[in-house]
């Protein structure tokens, strides 16, 4: 490209900025992609707890959906947090609408303090209506185990089994992508499963020890939005977004935000240790 893909997140606003749209944007800037931002949810909520949550008229989503494909170019597409059926429906119809083919979908349910954060009812017009519209989907366990209405895999071994079921979920005429998160199983290394109906790519690496984890599903697939328009190939871009993921935990420690589950370093290649202090 020529100039830098626009990479579009539709989420929810984290105020605490860890998660959501805030970090969407954060990453989107970190890797090269201008930012914009669709408000699908307000939430209140910082790095302990969600409090609450607000969903903006569907009239007024629908609107703000319109008025920016009408005008701005969208290259990539990420959505997070979409907290209703009705919201759900607004959105892959809008996507439908004006044809979105790079579209990473992080099917958010859980926040890290246990909250949820997607009706039950949505979880089926997540599967019907948005699922088809979806280049990539990057479910951790929890989130696989509701998508596919069974127990969460518990082993790696159950971890390829269910990557094959949720890509059965997804079109089979044409290139579609299941990143299955392995983050939730114990142990010193994570291992994630990418599979695209034909390939199965394992990404294996050392688990970073740290508590500040806050919004990092957010911030790996807002990654992997904002890097597709850049590479060849999904595995390259997601090779490129967990790379960038580990370096932002490793360096989430040298922030201080909150008492609980503090965000990761988005921007730990540019701010220097030094100019924090």
């Not at 939430?43 to 989503?61: C, Y």
């Not at 990539?76 to 119809?93: N, P």
Request: proline share 5%; glycine share 8%.
């Amino acid at each position: 490209m020529t100039s830098p893909p626009n990479a579009l997140t539709i989420a929810g606003i984290d105020p605490s900025g860890g998660a959501g749209i805030y970090a969407d944007l954060k990453a989107f800037s970190a890797l090269g992609a201008y930012g914009c931002g669709v408000v699908a949810a307000l939430t209140a909520q910082n790095t302990r707890a969600v409090t609450g949550v607000h969903a903006p008229p569907i009239e007024f989503l629908r609107l703000q959906l319109d008025t920016l494909f009408e005008d701005v170019r969208i290259d990539a597409v990420k959505i997070g947090m979409l907290a209703s059926a009705e919201i759900v429906s607004t959105v892959a119809d809008r996507l439908a609408h004006y044809g979105a083919d790079r579209v990473v979908v992080d099917p958010v349910m859980v926040a890290k303090s246990g909250d949820l954060l997607l009706a039950k009812s949505a979880v089926a017009m997540l599967r019907d209506v948005l699922l088809p519209r979806t280049f990539v989907v990057t479910p951790n366990l929890p989130e696989a185990g509701v998508l596919l209405g069974e127990t969460a895999p518990d082993s790696v071994k159950t971890m390829f089994g269910a990557a094959e079921r949720l890509r059965a979920m997804l079109p089979t005429d044409s290139e579609r992508w299941v990143l299955l998160k392995g983050g939730h199983l114990p142990g010193h290394e994570v291992v994630d499963l990418l599979f695209d109906g034909d390939r199965m790519i394992e990404f294996r690496s050392p688990r970073i020890e740290t508590k500040n984890t806050h919004g990092t599903g957010c911030t790996l697939s807002a990654a992997i939005a904002a890097l597709l328009p850049k590479y060849a190939s999904a595995e390259e871009a997601v090779r490129e977004a967990r790379a960038y993921l580990q370096e932002a935990m490793r360096a989430a420690d040298e922030l201080e935000v909150g008492s609980g589950h503090g965000p990761v370093h988005h921007f730990h290649a540019w701010w220097s240790r030094s100019s924090v202090s």
